[in-house]
């Protein structure tokens, strides 16, 4: 089995508002092997954005993480005190996220932007943070970095905006990128472009990847291994193969089926009726329930547990559970 | 076969830059740059293309939400460029448009019967004792239950206000409707909800769609015709098979192989392009897309190509191209 570099087991995160009690994340589990790629794909409100926030425990007032366990290299992030911590973020884990321009300081040049990173984890010099700071301009493609490093965001295009945080994320070599929908607010052929970058960058670096994205696309084409987020749980966790090929969660199952094709002519899209249930009124079973075709009278009432299939895949469904399959014969595909 | 419902001809829109202390036009961005088309009864046109390259623009124009610099557009036989004011509203029952974020798009502070029948009383073609019987019935047509009619569009998802949307463009008995990146912010399992409402109501009610998206999936699902447009100009136009499977412009063929797709064991040539989209102020002489194009050479730097038909290309595909007659055969996605 791979080596395994961060493990989230059973996380819970909730907002406490006024109208009530949140769950965003509630029971979390999933694990990133060192070196590979985990996707987090799920539809908006599912928490996986809550979900990479919590690893780096940035987490905001009234939302509060209230259990679990996150352990990286060992070590629980939950238990760390916050001078702990922030020697992890951006050093060890970095984020980067779907729109560069509010992540970057709009008054500061960007060479001092990456700077500031060395200087927070490395005792250097002004000068050499500039230096180090335009060598990671030219790693991430950015041309003429000489020039470049001394300039303003805003003078800077959406793509190269990205390339940017990305150099920002990486400045300190960390062992985990979270990318919370790098590419969603940019143009195709430029998507493609960054998407090929932090390929790129993870193989030169070995290090792990969460890639969070609403893009099955961009999912298939950049993870090992995949979570798929429903109403804050883990529904389905899959090699990336398998799950696309063989998806095994009536929701992962309509979500694949939802999507225009490529490569035949549909009149109708098979959509999933309905839509995600309010936060505040969570079904009593299996949050899928009410828009599963598949969906049975103890569905509404009992939450399925996490049924593991093999090592790498996982699926959290009644329909996979042994009493399901002896009494009714089989998996409906 | 069918009519040719809306024509337009070289169309431009620049939109002028003051500057200096008295607030000269020190220059222009072209957004729209002389281009010409035109849309059959009951067909669905796409135009296709990232952002900056003048799809929203073309909309807008049409409707004259914005005012076009030149160029001629005939709706319904008359030519909506000489209308007055008065005129032109009348026409817009005819033309209805989409937009992108239904809820910027819906007064707050009225129920949704209300926006339906005030669509209706504008227009004055419905009497106003039907008006709500109409609007109820709208409802029902676009999948919202009719008790549901008397509630804000805050007290909707984003899925059900995108219904609204299509309802009260409906409500006026309209020939054509703009949809104006329509589904772009829909979660795809209510994005897929949404586009077979609209191909069900198009069968039903016999509509015409300009479809402006930057998804290409979703483009060959509803389109019969796509426009490909690059910097203000069309690089491509022809039926979506055409498109798809023997694109001849070299910025479709970068474009389609820059989707990412749901597939991980599929392995196919990516051709990423490098840079970014030029600036429109200031656009590259020549082609457009001469700053990005692998096969440049100094004819595309200097003349600009027009859009023609050679020997393989179905009638009515046209690519602006200098050498589409021998450039490396672009696969097909």
């Not at chain 1, 979270?178 to 030169?204: G, M, S």
Request: include cysteine; hydrophobic fraction near 35%.
């Amino acid at each position: 089995m791979t080596e395994i570099l961060l493990e989230v087991k059973d996380l819970r995160t909730s907002f406490f508002t006024d109208e009530g009690e949140v769950k965003a994340v509630n029971g979390v589990s999933f694990f990133v092997p060192a070196g590979k790629t985990l996707g987090i794909v799920g539809e908006s409100g599912s928490g996986k954005s809550i979900t990479a926030l919590s690893i780096l425990r940035l987490i905001q007032t009234p939302g509060k993480i209230i259990g679990g366990e996150i352990l990286f290299e060992g070590q629980d992030l939950l238990k760390m005190n916050k001078n702990e911590i922030r020697e992890i973020r951006g050093n060890k884990i970095s984020m980067i996220f779907q729109e560069p321009m509010t992540s970057l300081n709009p008054v500061y040049t960007i060479g001092d932007q990456i700077g500031e990173v060395f200087r927070a984890h490395k005792r250097i010099s002004k000068e050499e943070a500039k230096r180090r700071a335009i060598k990671m301009l030219q790693e991430v493609g950015i041309p003429s970095p000489e020039r470049r490093v001394d300039q303003y965001p805003h003078e800077l295009s959406g793509g190269m905006r990205q390339r940017v945080m990305i150099a920002i994320a990486l400045a300190c070599s960390p062992k985990l990128l979270i990318a919370d929908e790098p590419t969603t607010a940019l143009d195709v052929t430029i998507q493609a472009q960054i998407l090929e970058l932090i390929k790129d960058l993870q193989r030169k670096r070995d290090m792990s990847v969460i890639m969070i994205s609403h893009d099955l696309g961009v999912i298939a084409e950049t993870c090992d291994y995949v979570a798929v987020m429903y109403c804050g749980k883990v529904v389905e966790f899959s090699d990336v193969k398998t799950l696309f090929k063989a998806p095994k969660h009536p929701y992962t199952i309509g979500l694949l089926n939802s999507l225009p094709r490529h490569d035949i002519d549909m009149d109708e899209l098979s959509a999933i009726p309905g839509s995600v249930p309010n936060p505040f009124e969570m079904p009593k079973g299996c949050a899928f329930a009410p828009r599963c075709p598949h969906a049975k009278e103890i569905c509404h009432e009992k939450m399925p547990s996490l049924i593991s299939i093999n090592e790498y895949n996982q699926v959290r469904c009644l329909m996979h559970s042994e009493e399901w399959q002896s009494q009714n014969k089989g998996v409906p595909t | 076969m069918n009519q040719t419902l809306l024509e337009v001809e070289n169309l431009k829109m620049y939109f002028p830059i003051k500057g200096g202390i008295f607030g000269r036009t020190v220059g222009y961005v072209k957004a729209v740059d002389d281009i010409s088309f035109s849309v059959k009864e009951g067909e669905t046109l796409s135009i296709v293309g990232e952002s900056g390259c003048g799809k929203s623009t073309t909309g807008r124009a049409i409707l004259r939400l914005e005012e076009p610099t030149s160029g001629k557009i005939t709706f319904d036989g008359k030519n909506l460029l000489s209308l007055s004011k008065k005129e032109l509203r009348k026409r817009r029952k005819d033309m209805q448009i989409i937009f992108q974020d239904p809820y910027a798009s819906l007064n707050p502070r009225q129920t949704i019967s209300r926006i339906l029948e005030e669509a209706m009383a504008i227009q004055n073609i419905v009497p106003k004792k039907e008006r709500r019987e109409r609007a109820l019935q709208l409802l029902e047509t676009v999948g919202i239950a009719q008790y549901q009619a008397d509630r804000y569009p805050h007290e909707f998802s984003g899925g059900q206000r995108q219904r609204i949307g299509i309802a009260r463009a409906l409500a006026v008995n309209p020939k054509l409707i703009i949809c104006d990146e329509a589904v772009s912010a829909l979660d795809v399992s209510i994005q897929a909800q949404i586009l077979n409402l609209l191909k069900r109501l198009q069968r039903d009610f016999k509509l015409t769609y300009l479809f402006i998206s930057h998804d290409l999936g979703v483009v060959r699902h509803v389109s019969d015709r796509i426009i490909v447009m690059y910097l203000g100009k069309i690089v491509e136009i022809g039926d979506k098979h055409s498109i798809f499977e023997n694109p001849k412009h070299p910025y479709t063929t970068a474009l389609l192989s820059a989707i990412p797709v749901p597939d991980p064991e599929r392995v196919r040539e990516r051709i990423v392009l490098t840079g970014d989209v030029p600036s429109p102020i200031n656009p590259p002489t020549g082609c457009r897309f001469h700053t990005r194009c692998p096969f440049a050479t100094d004819l595309c730097r200097e003349k600009e190509p027009e859009l023609r038909t050679i020997g393989d290309m179905k009638k009515g595909h046209q690519a602006a191209c200098h050498y589409i007659d021998d450039l490396p055969k672009a696969k097909a996605i």
